[in-house]
């Protein structure tokens, strides 16, 4: 897929998803935002938005071999081990 979809086009669809995702949780009663939490809500957008693209580019130049798969594996349990 990385060869015929961008990055930007892969990072929309995904914030797309989520959006909507959250939006189904409207009904449930969410409370009226004060102004210092919009602003606090759009700066960690603009952060993880960011890192969700450098991400997705980070696994579209990455080198893609088994043992490289199994040295991120061994890396996904390092914060359940404390380091």
Request: glycine letters at 4%; one cysteine or more.
């Amino acid at each position: 897929m990385s060869l015929t979809e961008s990055s930007f086009a892969t990072l929309s669809f995904t914030t797309l998803i989520v959006t909507l995702a959250g939006l189904c949780t409207l009904p449930m009663g969410w409370q009226p935002l004060r102004e210092i939490d919009i602003s606090l809500l759009a700066l960690a957008s603009i952060v993880v938005a960011s890192a969700h693209f450098l991400l997705i580019e980070t696994f579209r130049l990455a080198e893609a071999s088994w043992s490289h798969r199994l040295n991120i594996c061994r890396l996904s349990g390092v914060p359940y081990m404390g380091f």
